[in-house]
């Protein structure tokens, strides 16, 4: 499968994205920071830079895929990056997005 999973640097990308890496399955990892980016070095993962806010931006990296884990998420609020923001217009961006590729 292909699965794009939001918020896939960090803890995602050493948890979830790996045991999926490992079962066979191409990934998809978005994340608003590309400091991760070089820690991205499996043959079937891909880094794509994404704050979930541009929907052109999520429908390429979504194209083809099978399934979409929305696991993006701040912990404390930081500059521009606020709960409002990741929490509800990123989520609605993704909700979105899906409902009009269905």
Avoid: W
């Avoid at 960090?10 to 980016?37: D, M, P, V, W, Y």
């Avoid at 541009?54 to 609020?77: Q, T």
């Avoid at 923001?85 to 990123?90: F, N, R, Y």
């Amino acid at each position: 499968m292909r699965i794009a999973i939001t918020g896939g640097t960090g803890f995602n990308r050493t948890t979830f994205g790996q045991r999926l890496a490992a079962e066979g399955h191409e990934l998809i990892l978005l994340a608003r920071s590309e400091r991760h980016k070089d820690a991205i070095s499996a043959p079937r993962m891909k880094f794509v830079a994404s704050d979930l806010s541009d929907a052109a931006v999520l429908a390429e990296a979504f194209s083809g895929c099978d399934a979409v884990a929305h696991c993006a998420g701040i912990n404390r609020e930081i500059g521009k990056q606020t709960y409002q923001k990741v929490h509800v217009k990123a989520t609605r961006n993704v909700v979105e997005l899906q409902d009009r590729q269905d």
